[in-house]
């Protein structure tokens, strides 16, 4: 699923990518230099939508609180990224923390839903960040 939200985006935004190689670094270095943080916002809203989930199936209030809040942090984190490509550093706290809590939970459980999914969407996301903090600064 990750890839199909990626790959429109790489399409319209970067066609180049597409004809040198279709090698996951290639990948993941074009949507880090994207101008938008689409992914980020996909998290976000992913990581929110989990905590309302958790609210309306199991009647969770935890679950929402912490959801909205680090689905909100996300968020926030996209919006810092898009402005500035270099500032990552609320995105990578956030998909950090988030990898580290719920791939306990994950760990613990071995439940797949929801521990392992967003364990899972988290250390995506800090893979991504981590590959947009090694690129070289683009030279004009």
């Given at each position: 699923?990750?890839?199909?939200?990626?790959?429109?985006?790489?399409?319209?935004?970067?066609?180049?990518?597409?004809?040198?190689?279709?090698?996951?670094?290639?990948?993941?270095?074009?949507?880090s230099n994207?101008?938008?943080?689409?992914?980020?916002?996909?998290?976000?809203?992913?990581?929110?939508?989990?905590?309302?989930?958790?609210?309306?199936?199991?009647?969770?209030?935890?679950?929402?609180?912490a959801g909205?809040?680090?689905?909100?942090?996300?968020?926030?984190?996209a919006y810092?990224?898009?402005?500035?490509?270099?500032?990552?550093?609320?995105?990578?706290?956030?998909?950090?923390?988030?990898?580290?809590?719920?791939?306990?939970?994950?760990?613990?459980?071995?439940?797949?839903?929801?521990?392992?999914?967003?364990?899972?969407?988290?250390?995506?996301?800090?893979?991504?960040?981590?590959?947009?903090?090694?690129?070289?600064?683009?030279?004009?």
């Amino acid at each position: 699923m990750f890839l199909y939200l990626l790959l429109p985006q790489l399409v319209f935004s970067n066609s180049s990518v597409l004809q040198e190689s279709l090698s996951p670094l290639t990948i993941f270095a074009a949507v880090s230099n994207m101008s938008v943080d689409w992914v980020g916002y996909g998290y976000a809203a992913l990581v929110a939508s989990g905590g309302v989930m958790g609210y309306v199936k199991a009647g969770s209030v935890p679950s929402l609180a912490a959801g909205l809040l680090f689905g909100g942090l996300a968020g926030f984190g996209a919006y810092q990224t898009s402005n500035d490509p270099n500032n990552v550093w609320v995105s990578l706290a956030t998909s950090g923390a988030l990898t580290g809590i719920m791939g306990k939970r994950f760990y613990g459980s071995r439940k797949f839903m929801p521990a392992g999914l967003m364990a899972g969407a988290s250390f995506l996301m800090v893979g991504k960040l981590g590959l947009a903090l090694l690129q070289k600064p683009q030279e004009s």
